[in-house]
């Protein structure tokens, strides 16, 4: 059984302003209080883990020894159907030393581009988010999302980060890039992973 947060403030172990934007929107109906890696001045470690799993819970384990506090981490990627799943775990590294998201995006579409996928069908894909939180005695446990659609090309809209301007999720109009933060916040792979970890570990018990 997952271990129930106490209350108190929860560090955020990232330091990519936009995931931290989206969590800490996420927990504001639970009244959280949250400090993140960066604002504490953190280190990053290094991602070294081959799943997405083992990298959220590397990076809430080290914030959680390193502050003394209870940490919460996200790991997440897009995974391209024709592109044999890549970028994956890679999805930020994809992104170069400036993190520049724009040159993610143009690497897949170029990828895309050399295998002859032009048509929807062809380029599947989706999201997938783990959210691990552990406390300082190395306790930890874990929820993942799954978030599907398609890559589309040219990108769309400037909300969201990451590859969210070339990802049309199924059933909408609009990307992620175009979608106001309050809808992609309600269907994303985030979001399904955080409803996880709500149930889990903030919502009250009978």
């Known amino acids: ?21 989206e969590i800490r929107d996420l927990l504001a109906p639970f009244g959280v209080v949250t400090r993140s890696a960066r604002e504490l001045g953190l280190p990053e470690p290094e991602e070294t883990g081959t799943t997405f ?11 959680a020894t390193a502050s003394g506090r209870i940490a919460l981490a996200d790991d997440s990627g897009l995974f391209v159907d024709a592109l044999g799943g890549d970028p ?5 590294r994809w992104a170069g030393p400036t993190k520049d998201f724009a040159i993610a995006m143009q690497k897949v579409e170029d990828a895309l581009q050399a295998r002859g996928a ?11 988010a783990v959210l691990s939180i552990s406390w300082p005695d190395g306790h930890c446990d874990s929820f993942e999302g799954r978030f599907f659609g398609t890559v589309v090309w040219p990108p769309r809209g400037d909300h969201g980060f990451g590859y969210d301007p070339m990802f049309l999720p199924d059933g909408q109009t609009l990307t992620c890039g175009e979608m106001e933060p309050a809808a ?8 399904i992973a955080f409803r996880q970890l709500v149930a889990a570990c903030f919502a009250p018990r009978d």
Request: charged content about 25%; proline content about 4%.
């Open 88 to 92: 994956g775990i890679y999805s930020a």
């Open 184 to 191: 992609k916040h309600a269907i994303s792979h985030r979001a």
């Open 118 to 128: 032009a048509a929807p069908a062809q380029r599947r894909a989706h999201f997938v």
């Open 1 to 21: 059984m997952a271990r129930r947060f106490p209350g108190g403030e929860l560090v955020l172990a990232s330091h990519n302003e936009g995931k931290v934007r």
């Open 53 to 63: 799993i083992a990298n959220a819970e590397l990076k809430a384990r080290a914030a």
